[in-house]
């Protein structure tokens, strides 16, 4: 029994992020996603903190509830985490994207259709535009140039883990340090030659 | 996911869990939720952002920064539509029927919940 209320504490408290960031989003901070969702966890961690309170009190101390509590905290981060995740796919996910392109015809598109909606350098600039709008990346004289640390260490972490977990830096099979390579070479391909003094 | 159900029943057969009903729905709800939880992670991890590509591209031209030309080279060899595109087709959630490339029910259904969630919190900003 102790385990099933744990159980509906962890589904209640993740019910309350929900709920929470829903309720926040709209009345209060309504464009701003990353906020709501510290709110919604935070909300939702504080019904986790109550309820599991409420059960210890109910049950009284006995040897399996702290590790019936940490299943149960491990089960509400989790699925905070895939509520996270299922947001930020709805807000940015390529994929999404291309299904919604689709989905606007009951037909579907050719390639060539999808292309005019839809095509690489559009999804990238897109991208480009809005890191430019929250002043992640500003234009110094024509040149696109980094300026968010935050957005760096994500982005150099999720590259690490891409290295140790599948042994690469990219999916595209480019090498690890390709945009040096490049940076490095003349337009012909050969590697630049720096005169000597 | 499969797999670590089956391994809880197991062990909840042969009393490793106590044989107790609970705990092993305990375990189980455990399971599958870090199933769930791994497998988002592990997409973001194994596919590039595109976002995070183009953060890793700009600092690696620091302090010089990047061209037009340069970008327009990153977005060659990035071919991120297609590669998702590709995957939408290999996952079963986009046909090709002929020429045309068609959204499957499954991948309907993914947009309706995402769609009824940004009605709920009024989010009208473009996406992709």
């Given at each position: 029994?102790?385990?099933?209320?744990?159980?509906?504490a962890?589904?209640s408290?993740?019910?309350?992020n929900?709920?929470?960031?829903?309720?926040?989003h709209?009345?209060?901070?309504?464009?701003?996603l990353?906020?709501?969702?510290?709110?919604?966890?935070?909300?939702?961690?504080?019904?986790?903190?109550l309820?599991?309170?409420?059960v210890?009190?109910s049950?009284?101390p006995?040897?399996?509830?702290p590790?019936?509590?940490?299943?149960?905290?491990?089960?509400?981060?989790?699925?905070?985490?895939s509520?996270?995740?299922?947001v930020?796919?709805?807000?940015?996910?390529?994929?999404?994207?291309?299904?919604r392109?689709?989905?606007?015809r009951?037909t579907?598109?050719?390639?060539r259709?999808?292309?005019?909606a839809?095509?690489?350098?559009?999804?990238?600039?897109?991208?480009?535009?809005?890191?430019?709008?929250?002043?992640?990346?500003r234009?110094?004289?024509?040149r696109?140039?980094?300026?968010s640390?935050?957005l760096?260490?994500?982005a150099?972490?999720f590259?690490?883990?891409?290295?140790?977990l599948f042994?690469v830096?990219?999916?595209?099979g480019?090498?690890?340090?390709?945009?040096?390579?490049?940076r490095?070479?003349?337009?012909?391909?050969?590697?630049?030659?720096?005169?000597k003094? | 996911m499969?797999?670590?159900?089956?391994?809880?029943v197991?062990?909840s057969?042969?009393?490793?869990?106590?044989g107790?009903?609970?705990?092993?729905?305990?375990?189980?709800?455990?399971?599958?939720?870090?199933?769930?939880a791994?497998l988002?992670?592990?997409t973001?991890?194994?596919?590039d952002s595109?976002?995070?590509?183009?953060?890793?591209?700009?600092?690696a031209?620091?302090p010089?920064?990047?061209?037009?030309?340069?970008l327009?080279?990153?977005?060659?060899?990035?071919?991120?539509?297609?590669?998702?595109?590709?995957?939408?087709?290999?996952?079963?959630?986009?046909?090709?029927?002929?020429?045309?490339?068609?959204?499957?029910?499954?991948g309907?259904?993914?947009?309706?919940?995402?769609?009824?969630y940004?009605?709920?919190?009024?989010r009208?900003?473009?996406?992709?």
């Amino acid at each position: 029994m102790q385990q099933a209320c744990l159980l509906l504490a962890a589904g209640s408290a993740l019910l309350v992020n929900v709920v929470a960031q829903v309720l926040v989003h709209r009345m209060a901070l309504e464009g701003r996603l990353v906020p709501t969702l510290l709110i919604g966890f935070l909300s939702g961690s504080a019904a986790f903190v109550l309820m599991v309170a409420l059960v210890w009190i109910s049950f009284g101390p006995n040897d399996d509830v702290p590790w019936h509590t940490a299943a149960a905290l491990l089960i509400y981060i989790a699925g905070s985490f895939s509520f996270v995740c299922l947001v930020a796919a709805g807000e940015t996910s390529v994929r999404v994207e291309i299904l919604r392109q689709l989905r606007s015809r009951t037909t579907g598109l050719t390639l060539r259709e999808l292309d005019d909606a839809y095509r690489n350098d559009i999804l990238i600039r897109t991208r480009l535009d809005r890191l430019v709008e929250t002043h992640a990346i500003r234009i110094d004289r024509g040149r696109y140039q980094l300026a968010s640390k935050p957005l760096l260490i994500v982005a150099s972490a999720f590259q690490l883990a891409k290295l140790v977990l599948f042994g690469v830096t990219n999916e595209f099979g480019l090498p690890s340090n390709w945009q040096s390579r490049d940076r490095d070479r003349t337009k012909d391909g050969h590697p630049e030659v720096t005169p000597k003094a | 996911m499969l797999g670590g159900s089956l391994l809880v029943v197991t062990l909840s057969i042969f009393g490793a869990l106590g044989g107790s009903g609970p705990d092993a729905l305990l375990a189980l709800a455990l399971g599958w939720s870090l199933s769930v939880a791994f497998l988002m992670a592990n997409t973001a991890i194994e596919t590039d952002s595109p976002t995070q590509s183009l953060v890793l591209f700009l600092h690696a031209y620091r302090p010089e920064g990047v061209t037009d030309e340069l970008l327009d080279a990153f977005i060659a060899e990035h071919p991120f539509r297609d590669s998702r595109l590709q995957g939408l087709v290999s996952d079963g959630l986009v046909d090709r029927q002929g020429e045309r490339l068609v959204s499957r029910p499954a991948g309907h259904a993914l947009l309706h919940l995402l769609d009824v969630y940004r009605q709920l919190i009024r989010r009208n900003r473009v996406t992709g």
